[in-house]
C-alpha cells in the first residue's frame, strides 16, 4: 500500500486540519477541534448537523457552508464520530431554533447520534430532530436489522434540507422534508476494485481481472453479487433498470439524476456512465431535469460509482436550485 500520509492513527485529523486551512473563508473549526462548522452561522436558522466516518471526502465536510450544512463531525476512517462530538456541534450551531441532524443508516451512526440527541435534549436545553438516510437499494427492505444503508443519496437531502432550512423553514417542516426526500431516492453502485484501508493495508475485497462487485457500500463493504465484468453500456442498464423496479413505478417522473465516483474513477468515465444512464432513463419516459456528475460520497480509492436518482416536483427542484456556498458544491 502507498498512499500520502504519516499514519494511518493520524490520517483523518491531518485531512481535515488541511481542509480547514485550504477553506478557512468558509469554515473553521469548533472548540477543541471535535467538529468543523461554518466560519458564520445565520441567526434564528434551524442547525443543520451530519457527519461520518473519514474516508468519504468531500463527504461530509465538504458541504459545510451556506445553503447547506452547519457543521460535520469526523471520525477515524470509516468509524462513527463519537456522541460528544455530535453534542459539541449541535452546542456550538443551534443558536434557539434547534438543530436536524442527518444520518446515513449504519449501527454506529444511528446510535451515536442518538445518543448525542438525547444528552442534547435533557432538561430541555436543545430541540433535535432525525433524518435517517437508507437510499442503497443494493440492501433488501427487512423489518429486522438496520435495513438499507445511507450511502450518495446523503448528499440530496443536506443539499435540499440546507436550502430550505436557510429559507426559514422551522424544525417540524424540515423533518418533513428529509424524510419526503429520503423516501423518493434510491442509489446503487458498482465497483472494479475495493478500498485499501490504512489501519489493515489491504483491499476490503479482490476481484478477477474479468470480475465487477454490485451492489457496494461506502464502506469497501462487498456487493450484493459479483459478476462478469462488461461494457458500460450493460453495467449501466443494470444499475438503472434495479433502481427503476425498486420505485415500483414507471410513469411520467421528474427526476435528479447524480452520477458519484467512489474515489478511483476517472471524471472521464462518470461522465461516460451519466450520458449512459440519461438514455437509459429517457427510454423509460423519465425525465431527467437536473443533474450532478462528479466525486462526492467516496469510499477512499475505491474504483467504482454509483448512480442516485431522486423523484422531484417543484418545491425540490427549487430548493435543489438554491445558491449553496460550501468547499465542494457551489452555485
Same mark, same amino acid.
Not at 491531518?14 to 481542509?19: I, M, N
Not at 473553521?28 to 461520518?52: D, M
Not at 437510499?135 to 427487512?142: K, N
Given at each position: 500500500?502507498?498512499?500520502?500520509?504519516?499514519? /494511518? @492513527? *493520524? &490520517?483523518?485529523?491531518?485531512?481535515?486540519? +488541511?481542509?480547514? !486551512?485550504?477553506? #478557512?473563508?468558509?469554515?473553521?473549526?469548533?472548540?477543541?477541534?471535535?467538529?468543523?462548522?461554518?466560519?458564520?452561522?445565520?441567526?434564528?436558522?434551524?442547525?443543520?448537523?451530519?457527519?461520518?466516518?473519514?474516508?468519504?471526502?468531500?463527504?461530509?465536510?465538504?458541504?459545510?457552508?451556506?445553503?447547506?450544512?452547519?457543521?460535520?463531525?469526523?471520525?477515524?476512517?470509516?468509524?462513527?464520530?463519537?456522541?460528544?462530538?455530535?453534542?459539541?456541534?449541535?452546542?456550538?450551531?443551534?443558536?434557539?431554533?434547534?438543530?436536524?441532524?442527518?444520518?446515513?443508516?449504519?449501527?454506529?451512526?444511528?446510535?451515536?447520534?442518538?445518543?448525542?440527541?438525547?444528552?442534547?435534549?435533557?432538561?430541555?436545553?436543545?430541540?433535535?430532530?432525525?433524518?435517517?438516510?437508507?437510499?442503497?437499494?443494493?440492501?433488501?427492505?427487512?423489518?429486522?436489522?438496520?435495513?438499507?444503508?445511507?450511502? /450518495? @443519496? *446523503? &448528499?440530496?437531502?443536506?443539499?435540499?434540507? +440546507?436550502?430550505? !432550512?436557510?429559507? #426559514?423553514?422551522?424544525?417540524?417542516?424540515?423533518?418533513?422534508?428529509?424524510?419526503?426526500?429520503?423516501?423518493?431516492?434510491?442509489?446503487?453502485?458498482?465497483?472494479?476494485?475495493?478500498?485499501?484501508?490504512?489501519?489493515?493495508?489491504?483491499?476490503?475485497?479482490?476481484?478477477?481481472?474479468?470480475?465487477?462487485?454490485?451492489?457496494?457500500?461506502?464502506?469497501?463493504?462487498?456487493?450484493?453479487?459479483?459478476?462478469?465484468?462488461?461494457?458500460?453500456?450493460?453495467?449501466?442498464?443494470?444499475?438503472?433498470?434495479?433502481?427503476?423496479?425498486?420505485?415500483?413505478?414507471?410513469?411520467?417522473?421528474?427526476?435528479?439524476?447524480?452520477?458519484?465516483?467512489?474515489?478511483?474513477?476517472?471524471?472521464?468515465?462518470?461522465?461516460?456512465?451519466?450520458?449512459?444512464?440519461?438514455?437509459?432513463?429517457?427510454?423509460?419516459?423519465?425525465?431527467?431535469?437536473?443533474?450532478?456528475?462528479?466525486?462526492?460520497? *467516496?469510499?477512499?480509492?475505491?474504483?467504482?460509482?454509483?448512480?442516485?436518482?431522486?423523484?422531484?416536483?417543484?418545491?425540490?427542484?427549487?430548493?435543489?436550485?438554491?445558491?449553496?456556498?460550501?468547499?465542494?458544491?457551489?452555485?
Amino acid at each position: 500500500m502507498k498512499k500520502f500520509m504519516n499514519s /494511518a @492513527g *493520524t &490520517l483523518a485529523q491531518d485531512c481535515l486540519e +488541511g481542509f480547514v !486551512a485550504a477553506h #478557512g473563508d468558509i469554515v473553521l473549526f469548533g472548540e477543541g477541534k471535535k467538529h468543523v462548522r461554518r466560519r458564520v452561522l445565520t441567526p434564528g436558522k434551524v442547525a443543520i448537523i451530519s457527519g461520518g466516518g473519514a474516508g468519504h471526502e468531500p463527504m461530509h465536510t465538504g458541504f459545510v457552508g451556506h445553503g447547506m450544512l452547519d457543521a460535520a463531525c469526523t471520525g477515524h476512517v470509516f468509524t462513527s464520530p463519537t456522541p460528544g462530538q455530535i453534542l459539541a456541534a449541535i452546542h456550538e450551531t443551534d443558536g434557539g431554533a434547534g438543530a436536524l441532524l442527518i444520518v446515513k443508516n449504519y449501527d454506529g451512526d444511528v446510535m451515536n447520534f442518538e445518543m448525542a440527541a438525547e444528552m442534547a435534549m435533557a432538561g430541555g436545553a436543545h430541540r433535535i430532530e432525525t433524518v435517517i438516510v437508507n437510499d442503497d437499494i443494493a440492501i433488501e427492505r427487512s423489518v429486522r436489522g438496520t435495513g438499507r444503508r445511507g450511502v /450518495a @443519496g *446523503t &448528499l440530496v437531502v443536506e443539499k435540499i434540507a +440546507g436550502a430550505a !432550512a436557510q429559507a #426559514g423553514a422551522n424544525l417540524r417542516e424540515l423533518k418533513e422534508l428529509g424524510d419526503a426526500v429520503v423516501a423518493a431516492t434510491r442509489t446503487m453502485g458498482v465497483a472494479l476494485k475495493g478500498t485499501t484501508v490504512p489501519q489493515t493495508t489491504r483491499e476490503t475485497f479482490v476481484l478477477g481481472p474479468d470480475e465487477m462487485e454490485v451492489g457496494v457500500g461506502i464502506h469497501g463493504e462487498p456487493g450484493r453479487s459479483r459478476e462478469q465484468m462488461t461494457d458500460a453500456s450493460a453495467v449501466v442498464e443494470l444499475i438503472c433498470r434495479r433502481i427503476l423496479e425498486d420505485f415500483g413505478s414507471r410513469g411520467e417522473q421528474s427526476i435528479l439524476l447524480f452520477v458519484n465516483g467512489l474515489g478511483g474513477t476517472p471524471l472521464s468515465e462518470l461522465y461516460l456512465v451519466f450520458g449512459l444512464a440519461r438514455s437509459f432513463f429517457e427510454g423509460q419516459g423519465v425525465t431527467i431535469v437536473r443533474s450532478l456528475v462528479g466525486t462526492y460520497v *467516496t469510499s477512499l480509492d475505491m474504483a467504482g460509482i454509483s448512480i442516485t436518482v431522486t423523484i422531484l416536483d417543484d418545491r425540490l427542484s427549487g430548493l435543489w436550485d438554491a445558491p449553496v456556498l460550501t468547499a465542494s458544491l457551489r452555485w
